[in-house]
């Protein structure tokens, strides 16, 4: 490999990385805000997907739209909550957080 293509991709290797570390910083600064500082909060968001059953490592999982890959799902949601739930329907979520992050307890029952 030539010694300025090997340059290049180091340097676009380093502002890889350096993204990646600076998008995890946030998002943890945000999520560690939302455990020590957060009060009881409400959000709404539309369901990408609904999976009765899932796996083992999230049964009974909702998928929400718009949200990054790593939380965008609920894990545990109660079945008798989930046979209503239908993708592009919304939903309020319940948990713990700030304006800029929510830690999800539950799903608010939409019959309620």
């Known amino acids: 490999m030539p010694q300025g293509s ?3 991709w180091d340097v ?4 890889f990385l350096a993204l990646i570390a600076w998008s ?4 943890g600064w945000s999520f560690l805000d939302a455990l020590v500082r957060g009060q009881p909060k ?3 968001y539309v369901i990408r997907d609904v999976t009765p059953g899932g796996d083992a490592k999230c049964p009974d999982a909702v998928h929400l739209a718009g949200l990054p890959l790593m939380w965008d799902r609920i894990c545990g949601v109660d079945p008798d909550i989930l046979r209503g739930l239908r993708p592009g329907m919304p939903v309020t979520v319940a948990g713990r957080g700030t304006d800029r992050w929510i830690i999800v307890t ?3 029952d939409p019959r309620s």
Not at 24 to 27: C, R
């Open 6 to 8: 090997r340059i290049l």
């Open 12 to 15: 676009a290797a380093v502002a």
């Open 24 to 27: 995890n910083a946030t998002a």
């Open 42 to 44: 409400r959000a709404d």
């Open 106 to 108: 539950g799903i608010v």
